[in-house]
């Protein structure tokens, strides 16, 4: 591993091999259904009794899953490095009491699918660990309830609202070969965009986004052409159209090869879900169902992929406080 | 922040649709006033006394809030409605029954009625002391 330019790191035996996705009703009628491997029905997902052990429930089968497909047993992971967006990270802290599995927790909101994919990443390319598992779940009422409104509260949701995906991911990471390797990592920084509604979270993380994404150009001396795709963790609408103008006023063309997992998750135009998907299952679902697969059906050979999290604390929004923002980014690549 | 990106937020900063907001409020808000106002006349009509008679709509129509709000119909009219499903008494109907229901996995006490005024608190604290500060005005100056 090196230190590359400001705020990137090139990595050399990391390789991601298969994930668990399991996801909610909305999300498996969603154009991206097929790439998901369990797809619940109902938002208690499978009759739980609330809303957290429902997140519980997806994130266990979730891990089932991911171990399952890869022929490994608990035993065998030398760590899982996985966090949500309930306070005190409350998913795996208690997933993980059946599991004989080594665990950090971790949060960075919306973003902790790729940071949880950078911080184990480390044990690996340190060659100190073998197998190392990394996720995270988000559940649309534990998130409804927790930063917003009960969900069957009547107020209006604002056209630049978000709906928080409901869906779990797992992926293992491991020194041996797989198709698919985890190449480059940008660590974000903190960055405010001065915005304090909490209802328009898009636009809130495009700027961290846009400074992640530009000092990853910037550390690598590359331009967005270096890529098949370049994909945001969870803009939507109204962030993915400023984040392409910030760009635009840079010079830097990001109309071709860039798109956004919360636009790619659910069919906007036909589905009722606002300015489009949001939440650490959002990026989740897309990177480590869709992305990895479509990698390997070849539609792909080298993908960055940036998740985005706003930073929200609803006591410090009720203070009058802005919203901090942040965005990791990796580099997946095919190899043959 | 950077005058370039300052200048994009503010672009993209999205408009909401106040006017259209306003009249779908109206209209839907309207509705619900008007079938308020058809159950006092109903109960007139059963010779109730109209003071009663207004008690009697009122009770019935936060019992038809808080019986669409489990089942789940409130939240998607309020979604077309806005103001028009917060405003009257069907909203805070709403947001005790919303939250009730929301709390219901802590249990009775720690759960429900421990959070069933934690949206619709804040209206009665205010309705209190609103109230309290007119009552002071109005007996000051003798009305």
């Known amino acids: 591993m090196i230190k590359v330019g400001k705020q990137s790191i090139e990595l050399n035996n990391v390789y991601v091999h298969e994930s668990g996705v399991v996801v909610g009703p909305k999300e498996g009628e969603g154009p991206l259904y097929p790439y998901f491997d369990k797809i619940y029905d109902d938002l208690h997902i499978g009759g739980e009794k609330s809303w957290e052990k429902a997140e519980m429930r997806m994130f266990k089968d979730a891990l089932d899953i991911c171990l399952e497909k890869n022929n490994k047993n608990d035993k065998d992971i030398d760590a899982i490095v996985c966090g949500d967006l309930n306070n005190q990270i409350v998913v795996g802290n208690y997933v993980l009491r059946d599991y004989e599995i080594p665990y950090l927790g971790v949060f960075g909101a919306c973003s902790t699918s790729i940071e949880s994919i950078i911080v184990g990443s480390q044990f690996i390319e340190a060659n100190n660990f073998k197998n190392v598992l990394v996720g995270t779940s988000s559940h649309n009422a534990t998130a409804e309830r927790q930063f917003r409104y009960p969900t069957e509260y009547g107020g209006k949701k604002v056209d630049t609202s978000t709906l928080t995906v409901t869906a779990a991911g797992l992926a293992l990471l491991s020194n041996r070969f797989s198709d698919i390797k985890l190449t480059r990592a940008t660590i974000g920084r903190v960055y405010d965009a001065e915005i304090k509604d909490s209802l328009d979270m898009g636009r809130v993380m495009s700027i961290a986004a846009f400074y992640t994404i530009k000092q990853h150009f910037d550390d690598f001396c590359i331009s967005p052409d270096e890529y098949d795709l370049i994909l945001t963790g969870d803009l939507s609408f109204y962030g993915k159209d400023m984040l392409i103008k910030i760009f635009d006023e840079y010079n830097i063309d990001m109309h071709k090869n860039y798109n956004d997992c919360g636009l790619m998750i659910y069919d906007r135009d036909n589905q009722n879900v606002l300015a489009g998907g949001s939440g650490c299952g959002c990026c989740a679902a897309v990177s480590y169902g869709y992305i990895l697969k479509a990698m390997r059906e070849k539609k792909y050979k080298k993908v960055l992929l940036v998740a985005t999290g706003a930073l929200l604390n609803p006591i410090m929004v009720a203070q009058k406080e802005t919203i901090p923002s942040i965005a990791h980014a990796i580099v997946l690549e095919r190899v043959e | ?143």
């Open chain 2, 1 to 143: 922040m950077n005058q370039k990106i300052e200048k994009v937020k503010k672009e993209t900063s999205p408009k909401r649709k106040v006017f259209f907001n306003f009249i779908m409020a109206f209209i839907i808000g309207g509705i619900i006033c008007i079938i308020g106002e058809l159950f006092t006349m109903l109960f007139i009509k059963l010779k109730v006394e109209k003071d009663i008679a207004n008690i009697y709509s009122v009770i019935v129509m936060v019992f038809l809030g808080s019986l669409t709000t489990g089942l789940g119909l409130y939240d998607k009219l309020g979604q077309i409605a806005g103001c028009g499903t917060i405003i009257p008494i069907t909203g805070f109907a709403n947001s005790m029954t919303s939250s009730a229901l929301e709390s219901k996995s802590e249990g009775v006490i720690l759960g429900i009625i421990n959070n069933m005024f934690k949206l619709a608190g804040s209206v009665i604290v205010a309705g209190v002391v609103s109230g309290v500060v007119v009552g002071a005005i109005r007996y000051l100056l003798g009305i």
